[in-house]
């Protein structure tokens, strides 16, 4: 088992997310015809937030939040069962780093008018579990009742930043959120340069199992031009 990255280097890697406008390639497969189902493309950002004061066990540690905000439109060549073509979608969650304890966590946005805000927890970052790894076709339609198992990171991509060369090195995380019946199961990969940590690519897998859902979705990141 991997050692934990030290804050220092999660700080750094959270931090760089935030310099840049990344490119989005997401590949939907689902076992419903009314899904989804082919390659988007679009763009994500990190936009600093307020810092955020939480209390724990009678402790109070500041957070540093980021609002994640992804958009593209579907194209006319996808799958797209009822929907229609040529509309624009739409994500948005807050990332938070404690860097008190080296938490990484991911949170669903308040739907409510006003300055975007945390409302409950997504899932939390796991760094060091690489054991149990599931692929895609080995989630169980139960999983719900197992939320021990994770599915394998995606790779990001191996292109560099312009000028760089610098040797990379990829950090994998994981985590899962239970919502009622349907257990999604999150993998991320940062290929990052190890010696400051900024990140230079980065992927996450969402596999998605319930009784009405069975869901594999990739998204690919790359720094934007």
Known sequence: MPPLPSRQLLTALVTSLSNTRWTLTRTLRSENPLDLNGELRGNA???PQPPTNTTTTNITTTDQ??????????????NIGAT??????TKKYIWRLSP???RVSVW???VAPGPEEADYL???FEFDSESGLLDSTEVKSDAQNDPGEF??????????????????TVLNARGNHLCINDMYRTAYAFRIEPETGAVISWASRHVVRGPKKGQDIVNQYV???
Do not use: M
Not at 65 to 78: A, F, M, R, S, V
Not at 153 to 164: F, I, R
């Open 108 to 110: 669903f946005v308040k």
């Open 84 to 89: 229609q073509p040529g509309l624009r979608w």
């Open 151 to 168: 599915v394998a990171p995606p790779v990001p991509s191996a292109v560099l930043a312009t000028g760089s060369g610098n040797e990379t």
């Open 122 to 124: 997504f899932h939390d």
């Open 100 to 102: 008190e304890t080296g």
């Open 45 to 47: 950002t990190f936009t």
């Open 65 to 78: 939040d980021w609002l994640y905000c992804e958009d593209g439109e579907i194209p006319n060549t996808i």
């Open 223 to 225: 720094r934007g031009v």
